[in-house]
């Protein structure tokens, strides 16, 4: 007797389940809440006119060289965002005005971070250029931003990792490019 209630036991189970399942096809859940185009995305703007748009660039920090603050760096050999103020420095052509301060030579009287070896080495052959700056970093500005002031659309919760301490203020790509690499 004891099979035959645990088979009603199973039917009755079956019969509440595809009643149910029935009653929620029969029965679509029905949305009152609606949104606007203006309400999704980050922007809460109209996405079909631009002309009054303001893009957020925050404020760029106005420190002179000398008395800016350097940040931590974003990760392990991340380039190190431009710590100072930078008007009239740009745009860099002939003349490289933070190469004044910022090459090796200079970096002694200037207290400026000197750059680093991996930017005075031919990355591709592995030259040291005695001294000189390699021409791919001729252009600062295409790996370095400057330090900005602005309230981010979503909160970034990156936490970079070092391994060694020092690593949060200098780098030392050059030392470690090669590890883990073998070389017959
Ligand atoms: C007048 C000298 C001077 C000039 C010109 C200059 N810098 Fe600097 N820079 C400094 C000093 C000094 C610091 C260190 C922070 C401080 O003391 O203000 C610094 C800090 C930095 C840092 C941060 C380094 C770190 O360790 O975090 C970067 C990146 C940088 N500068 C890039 C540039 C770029 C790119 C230019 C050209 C657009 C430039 N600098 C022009 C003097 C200068
Ligand atoms: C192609 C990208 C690139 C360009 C161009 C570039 N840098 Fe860098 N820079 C980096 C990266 C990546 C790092 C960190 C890793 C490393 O040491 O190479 C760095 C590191 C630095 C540091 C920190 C040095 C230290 O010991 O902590 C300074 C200062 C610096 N760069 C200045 C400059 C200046 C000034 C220029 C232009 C003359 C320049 N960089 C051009 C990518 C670049």
Redo the contacts with the bound molecule.
């Keep these: 007797m004891e099979r035959n209630r645990r088979t009603w036991l199973l039917l009755l189970t079956a019969g509440t389940l595809s009643l149910g399942i029935l009653f929620s096809c029969a029965q679509p859940q029905t949305r009152t809440e609606t949104f606007s185009e203006e309400d999704l995305g980050l922007r809460h703007e109209t996405l079909y006119d631009e002309s009054t748009t303001v893009p957020a660039h925050g404020e760029t920090t106005k420190?002179e060289?000398?008395?800016?603050v350097?940040?931590e760096r974003s990760f392990e050999n991340s380039p190190?965002?431009?710590?100072?103020d930078?008007t009239g420095?740009?745009p860099i052509e002939e003349d490289n005005?933070?190469m004044?301060?910022?090459m090796p030579e200079e970096a002694v009287f200037?207290?400026?971070?000197p750059v680093p070896t991996s930017h005075l080495v031919n990355l591709d052959t592995g030259a040291y250029l005695r001294g000189k700056l390699d021409g791919s970093r001729f252009n600062?500005?295409q790996c370095?931003v400057i330090q900005n002031i602005l309230t981010p659309a979503v909160e970034n919760i990156f936490k970079g990792e070092f391994r060694d301490e020092q690593g949060r203020?200098r780098s030392n790509l050059l030392n470690i490019l090669n590890e883990g690499v073998e070389t017959e």
């Design positions: 420190k060289p000398g008395e800016s350097r940040f190190p965002l431009i710590a100072h930078i420095m740009l005005i933070c004044g301060c910022h200037s207290g400026a971070t600062c500005m370095h203020y």
